[in-house]
């Protein structure tokens, strides 16, 4: 397993599509950062509209913890589309290029084989989250400094600047847990469906169904669906942080990993490669 593992991770570093991925991503930092250079007092300006009539508020209030913000909101789409290009490629490539059978015919179990790349999914998910994190904040606190954040969740909430650092850091490392889902999820729909364009349209399907879902009501089964889970990191920024539906959603985000990981190896194992 562990020089699987090291051989997986090597032909992912040699393949471009994964640097293309990682370029796309820092050149998407860059448009929110240029944005928010360009049009940054506008968005403040638009939060305080009724509040600076009755206050004087003075400081930074445009500085690298609010650009960060920013740049939360705006990748949890775009990010996880990119991840799930590139993750599900470690399936269909193989599928495609049919080295998929020329593995197996050595003495490699098939299950030992699709554990491979779901770690590897993993593994790599950390390190593009790593890397984003490093670069946003580099360009956020070097172009925009620091100062208090102030955000609008459920009210008007703001934040001095060493407690909006620790929020943004746990809303990262929520976000980290559900771009591993996504990960996992892609190579399971990869296992599926074999076929590099369909797994491509199929996850950009998953993830605009998940985006449009999250703002339906589903009742007393609201706190169980998939779709609810995914802007778990927006809690870090209410006020109070309700921790027992963060450590629920958590959990409960786990458990789908487990489950899609099961289910996709389950079926590599039971299908025909050929």
């Given at each position: 397993?562990?020089?699987?593992?090291?051989?997986?991770?090597?032909?992912?570093?040699?393949?471009?599509?994964?640097?293309?991925?990682?370029?796309?991503?820092?050149?998407?930092?860059?448009?929110?950062?240029?944005?928010?250079?360009?049009?940054?007092?506008?968005?403040?300006?638009?939060?305080?509209?009724?509040?600076?009539?009755?206050?004087?508020?003075?400081?930074?209030?445009?500085?690298?913890?609010?650009?960060?913000?920013?740049?939360?909101?705006?990748?949890?789409?775009?990010?996880?589309?990119?991840?799930?290009?590139?993750?599900?490629?470690?399936?269909?490539?193989?599928?495609?290029?049919?080295?998929?059978?020329?593995?197996?015919?050595?003495?490699?179990?098939?299950?030992?084989?699709?554990?491979?790349?779901?770690?590897?999914?993993?593994?790599?998910?950390?390190?593009?989250?790593?890397?984003?994190?490093?670069?946003?904040?580099?360009?956020?606190?070097?172009?925009?400094?620091?100062?208090?954040?102030?955000?609008y969740i459920n009210g008007l909430n703001f934040y001095e600047s060493n407690e909006a650092f620790r929020r943004i850091g746990m809303a990262f490392m929520s976000g980290t847990l559900?771009?591993?889902?996504?990960?996992?999820t892609s190579i399971t729909i990869a296992v599926v469906f074999k076929e590099m364009t369909i797994t491509w349209i199929l996850c950009a399907l998953f993830l605009i169904l998940n985006?449009?879902?999250?703002?339906?009501?589903?009742?007393?089964?609201?706190?169980?669906?998939?779709?609810?889970?995914?802007?778990?990191?927006?809690?870090?920024?209410?006020?109070?942080?309700?921790?027992?539906?963060?450590?629920?959603?958590?959990?409960?985000?786990?458990?789908?990993?487990?489950?899609?990981?099961?289910?996709?190896?389950?079926?590599?194992?039971?299908?025909?490669?050929?």
């Amino acid at each position: 397993m562990i020089a699987l593992i090291r051989a997986e991770l090597y032909m992912v570093f040699r393949q471009k599509r994964t640097y293309y991925g990682l370029a796309a991503i820092l050149i998407i930092e860059l448009f929110i950062m240029a944005g928010a250079w360009f049009q940054g007092n506008d968005i403040i300006d638009m939060i305080l509209e009724n509040l600076s009539q009755n206050f004087y508020l003075e400081g930074n209030l445009l500085n690298g913890h609010l650009v960060l913000y920013i740049v939360l909101n705006a990748l949890w789409f775009n990010l996880p589309l990119i991840i799930m290009i590139i993750v599900s490629g470690f399936v269909t490539n193989e599928y495609k290029d049919k080295t998929l059978q020329t593995v197996l015919l050595q003495a490699v179990r098939k299950q030992d084989y699709i554990l491979s790349k779901y770690i590897i999914a993993i593994i790599f998910t950390l390190i593009v989250l790593s890397l984003l994190m490093a670069s946003a904040s580099l360009l956020a606190y070097g172009i925009f400094g620091q100062g208090d954040l102030i955000v609008y969740i459920n009210g008007l909430n703001f934040y001095e600047s060493n407690e909006a650092f620790r929020r943004i850091g746990m809303a990262f490392m929520s976000g980290t847990l559900l771009m591993i889902f996504y990960s996992v999820t892609s190579i399971t729909i990869a296992v599926v469906f074999k076929e590099m364009t369909i797994t491509w349209i199929l996850c950009a399907l998953f993830l605009i169904l998940n985006t449009l879902l999250l703002k339906i009501d589903f009742g007393s089964a609201d706190s169980w669906f998939l779709p609810k889970l995914v802007d778990t990191w927006q809690y870090f920024f209410h006020y109070e942080i309700p921790w027992p539906a963060v450590h629920h959603n958590h959990i409960l985000l786990l458990c789908y990993t487990l489950v899609f990981m099961g289910f996709g190896t389950f079926l590599f194992v039971k299908k025909d490669i050929g």
